[in-house]
């Protein structure tokens, strides 16, 4: 099975940075992804890590370490619209995406 | 091109009924995946279909069950419906096990009160 460990809320000011910590058990690994909830929202895709290192991809970045089973996600340059839940997710040799309980994003003006 | 759309939004029913969700993936995805997200909790992986298969399914028990249609439409069932089954229930696509990026795409959910 997989286990999925993330903070529950983080809470920052605009400009900000934060950094979202996820560390995981898994048989299997392939890759470890991202996802944003907005409040009543659909999840949608952030970033995708399969390989060790950071990844960029605008104000957001992600970071994996397979020896580590350890990820996380860099938020910068904060801004009201980046409230929101955040969840890691693990995928697994089974094709299945296995999420963690989310750590929920407040940015405050 | 229209994304995941899933019917209805919202859904009230009693205990002991059954619910029935259905979902439309995007063109030319052939899987879909069907989450339960309780309220305020993750995303608990429910069933896997591929080319109108159940590839994988979670640790639900069988009163959750579905079916994957030759459109690659999907409708998920919940039998003998439980208080506890209220949830937003997320379906979602993608390419053929391709999960190569990891990415998922979800719909906005059905939520689902049981009373």
């Known amino acids: 099975g997989q286990s999925l460990e993330q903070p529950s809320e983080v809470t920052a000011v605009e400009g900000a940075i934060v950094q979202i910590n996820c560390t995981y058990q898994t048989s299997g690994f392939y890759g470890l992804s991202w996802y944003q909830q907005h409040d009543g929202g659909a999840p949608t895709f952030l970033s995708y890590?399969?390989?060790?290192g950071l990844e960029e991809t605008g104000r957001f970045s992600s970071f994996l370490s397979r020896s580590d089973s350890y990820g996380y996600l860099l938020l910068q340059e904060l801004q009201m619209k980046d409230s929101a839940s955040y969840f890691c997710a693990v995928k697994s040799n089974d094709y299945k995406l296995s999420f963690g309980a989310g750590t929920t994003v407040t940015v405050r003006a | 091109e229209a994304g995941v759309t899933q019917s209805p939004t919202h859904l009230i029913k009693t205990r002991g009924q059954q619910a029935t969700l259905r979902c439309s993936p995007i063109?030319?995805?052939?899987?879909v995946y069907w989450y339960q997200q309780a309220l305020g909790l993750g995303l608990q992986f429910l069933l896997w279909y591929d080319e109108g298969e159940e590839r994988n399914r979670g640790n639900f028990p069988p009163r959750f069950s579905g079916r994957q249609f030759p459109n690659y439409s999907s409708e998920l069932n919940v039998n003998a419906l439980e208080l506890e089954d209220s949830a937003l229930y997320l379906c979602a696509s993608s390419y053929q096990q391709g999960l190569s990026t990891g990415e998922l795409f979800f719909g906005e959910g059905s939520r689902l009160t049981v009373l």
């Open positions: 063109s030319g995805h052939t899987s």
């Open positions: 890590n399969a390989l060790d």
